[in-house]
């Protein structure tokens, strides 16, 4: 999240959003290679971690956090529309939301890059529907406590007042709090401080939510995960992970092969 943090202290408003919200995507990844690994090790590969992000996987795994980002620009981009199609773009763009929150961890299990990431997330939620939902409405519910526990923290006090029969100048008075100085950066502590507590819970959620629909539907496959495991940070193989790794290997026989006759002849034997 630090580079989105000062990007936002530098006043590049629009930068630092993007910059978090591919943050954000890129943590469910991470946190993806890290579950990965403890699972088949005895600890969490953080510089294990580090070291695959340095690989072609960050940018596969960037490529899909831009596709999830212009996802949520055109939800926002909805809320400008005329009723009802505000109200449509809206409800789809929720369900697109719920539907590919699983794009990253597909992405580093399975492999599978870019739109295809998308779509397979979508056909993977749509057979746990009920499931997904709960995971995914909870999840942002203690995102936004999160969030307003710690505004309230910071939230400086206000000396705007409005007079019961002004109800012309409540939208002017809205205006002037989001614009307050004080009120943008109570809002900046708070998305951070809320990212650094809540984003690594809410990444483990999904990545968890992944791994169980993938094993109800019997697509995992241990022994590929304990060779990625083992190729990314070097953790021991399975028993049946490293019998299949040896059977891979290449065997090389020698070019030629002398006989030796055990019987040797009865010449022989009189020389």
Known sequence: MAPAFFIGFAGWGETESII???????LEAAITLGVIGTAFGSFFPTLGILRALRSPLFLRSIHVAIMQYLLFVTGVMGLTLPFPFSILIITLWLCG?????????????????????MIRSIQLARSYLSRVFIVVVISTILQFLVFAILF????????YTIEPNESNALPIL????????GIN??????????????????????????????????????????????????????????????????????????VIDPDPSVDDKEK
């Open 20 to 26: 978090f919200f591919l943050s954000v995507h890129l």
């Open 97 to 117: 939301i719920l539907l590919t929150s699983m794009a990253q961890p597909i992405l580093i299990v399975e492999g599978v890059r870019g739109m295809r990431a």
């Open 152 to 159: 309230t923290i910071f939230m400086p006090e206000l000396n």
């Open 174 to 181: 809205m205006a002037e709090i989001l614009n307050d100085p």
């Open 185 to 258: 950066l109570a809002i900046r502590w708070a998305q951070y401080l809320a990212s650094l507590l809540f984003f690594p819970f809410a990444s483990l959620l999904s990545v968890f939510l992944y791994f169980d629909l993938a094993q109800r539907q019997q697509i995992l496959n241990l022994d590929d995960l304990a060779k990625f495991s083992n190729h990314l940070f070097g953790t021991p193989l399975t028993e049946n992970a490293e019998s299949a790794k040896n059977s891979d290997e290449e065997v090389i026989e020698p070019a030629e092969v002398e």
